[in-house]
């Protein structure tokens, strides 16, 4: 059974560095990609972008290119989402989510990590 | 960027009757449309693919069709269980997925 198991959730401040995981287990991970989709209180989907673990090939959409770093460590099967310093708007819940090839929808999804950026 | 707008923004409809969704992109995406359902606390989940193929484990009501740019989601038989909020999304334009805003489907 395919299972994309989020970290929990967490509350920072501004300013502060954040990592937030997502544990993949029932596939291949290195050979599928894993992509992270942000979704602000009470608003839609944002696609945000992707990393295949095999050969960490990372992708970004243009909003969020330099605003977060995207990684994964194929030896425990795990991607990552990081910020270096957080801002109240990353207050959002974000989403990990499997992709099965470079033109495919997201098939699995984890439960989402919720982050609250607060002073 | 390829921008997809849905409408309408939300649907009431009563069980049994049918909904039709509405997805349109700002240029051709080919047949590379993905539907998602998302409940209240809880992860999306795909339903339909390829613009018209439903994902494992999606009953048959759930219908998807268009091209290029005009793209339909249909709910025949509408039941209590598909009260959600459903998005399109494009992945043609690689690596720049989007999604729509959104629709949702109330039930009356």
Do not use: H
Request: charged residues 20%; glycine residues 8%.
């Amino acid at each position: 059974e395919v299972q994309l198991v989020q970290s929990g959730p967490e509350v920072k401040k501004p300013g502060e560095s954040l990592k937030i995981s997502c544990k993949a287990s029932g596939y291949s991970f290195d050979n599928n990609w894993i992509g992270w989709v942000r979704q602000m209180p009470g608003k839609g989907l944002e696609w945000m972008g992707i990393v295949k673990p095999e050969d960490s090939d990372t992708r970004y959409s243009p909003s969020f290119q330099d605003q977060v770093t995207i990684s994964a460590d194929k030896s425990i099967n795990t991607a990552y989402l990081q910020w270096s310093s957080l801002k109240a708007s990353d207050s959002a819940i974000y989403f990990c989510a499997r992709q099965m090839g470079a033109t495919a929808p997201f098939d699995y999804w984890g439960q989402g990590t919720l982050v609250t950026v607060s002073s | 960027e390829i921008v997809m707008t849905q409408s309408p923004a939300t649907v009431s409809v009563s069980p049994g009757d049918r909904a039709t969704l509405s997805c349109r992109a700002s240029r051709s995406v080919n047949s590379n449309l993905a539907w998602y359902q998302q409940k209240p606390g809880q992860a999306p989940r795909l339903l339909i693919y390829g613009t018209s193929t439903r994902a494992t484990g999606i009953p048959a009501r759930f219908r998807g069709s268009g091209s290029t740019t005009e793209f339909t989601l249909t709910i025949n038989s509408l039941q209590s269980e598909d009260s959600a909020v459903y998005f399109c999304q494009q992945y043609d334009n690689w690596p720049a997925w989007t999604f729509g805003q959104g629709t949702k489907v109330d039930i009356k």
